[in-house]
């Protein structure tokens, strides 16, 4: 059983790695989305050792400023900028007036406009901000940030629709709605976070508000969520946690 338990969580895992990242995760031959997604804090955790492990070595040859634009590579490197490219097609889809399908059109058009580039610029430069003001505990918060950025599909899944019925990045993973079990992987964050001190409860604190921000703000701007979207809120979510975890560094 302990056996059976073990290899489950590692074909699991290594979906989720494949899914979300550009991670060598080895061959697997389980992907089920509805178990996967449960995973999707675990892989941001080992985002975030990797992105706290690079951070501490560049360190050592570099000023702070120059470090921040070293892993904000780093992260668009091990996620292929697929979450960057979310950003852009949601900026490009939903910030103005146009009406629900006329914005899911354009959230599919592979070319990027004028504010989904101005989206992503400013994405980067909030979250290089935050990088180079973090102070203590550095990496502990270079490692919870990433996974903390990645819970926040969950809810997102968890709470809105589809908004692609007929196909798309993201349609597997709403095939089977989620139960409270899926989210078990948060407790392991809670408890890490609470290693931070106050700046690790305000970390949760802000993970809190800004999530239920974006859900809300999605669901009364579409009444669902996309592939896209998903990614968007991945990288807002990272860049206000940085921001939040830095605020007084």
Sequence with gaps: MRIEAFQNFRENLAAAVQFITLLPAGKTHRFKPREMIAYFPVTGLLIGLMLATFDALVSLAWPPATVAVLDLALLAVLTGALHLDGVADTADGLLGHRPREKALEIMKDSRVGAMGLVAVVVCLALKWGGLGA??????????????????????????????????????????????????????????????????????????????????????????CITGDMLGCMTEVLEAGLFLAVSAGG
């Design 134 to 223: 973090l102070g203590e505990n550095r990496f502990l918060f270079l490692l919870l940030v990433p996974a903390w950025s990645r819970a926040g599909m969950l809810f997102g899944i968890k709470f809105l629709p589809y908004g692609r019925p007929d196909g798309g990045t993201g349609h597997a993973l709403f095939d089977e709605p989620l139960n409270w079990y899926d989210f078990r992987w948060l407790l392991l964050l809670v408890l890490i976070s609470l290693l931070g001190g106050l700046t690790g409860i305000g970390l949760m604190m802000a993970f809190c508000i800004l999530t239920a921000v974006l859900v809300a703000w999605f669901g009364h701007r579409m009444g």
